[in-house]
């Protein structure tokens, strides 16, 4: 069993930046791959950024092209904590951003491969 729990939300303007953390349980979070999902009221859940566990080869991250180039997801396995630093923020960014773990191991944005989820954080970008 993983537990995970994020923080960080908040409210900023466009352009700003925040960080969001995601603290898991368990001794074994480095072989999970990590992601970030976000959804905004009436909209489907939707995949941010994936990282893969640290036994994957290929590793890698990848992210949604919505994102690619603004936001960067990033582990720290001694913690057992990962990362997702939004900058330049923009108002379609507002959503509840959620922290998963999944036991297949490499990065992919297939909600049903993460075994594991956060209750989310309310990240909210004003105009």
């Known amino acids: 069993q993983v537990q995970l729990v994020e923080s960080g939300g908040g409210l900023v303007q466009a352009g700003g930046s925040l960080s969001l953390s995601c603290a898991a349980s368990g001794r074994t979070f480095g072989r999970y791959a990590m992601a970030w999902f976000r959804q905004a009221p009436g909209k489907e859940r939707e995949f941010i950024a994936a990282?893969?566990?640290?036994?994957?080869?290929?590793?890698?991250?990848n992210y949604a092209d919505s994102v690619k180039g603004r936001f960067t997801i990033f582990r720290d396995n001694a913690k057992n904590t990962k990362y997702l630093q939004m900058n330049n923020l923009k108002p379609e960014d507002t959503a509840v951003y959620y922290c998963?773990?999944?036991?297949?191991?490499?990065?992919?944005?297939?909600?049903?491969?993460?075994?594991?989820w956060g209750q989310g954080t309310q990240v909210t970008v004003s105009s």
């Open positions: 998963a773990a999944s036991n297949q191991g490499y990065s992919n944005s297939d909600t049903d491969s993460y075994n594991y």
């Open positions: 990282i893969a566990a640290i036994y994957w080869s290929s590793g890698g991250r």
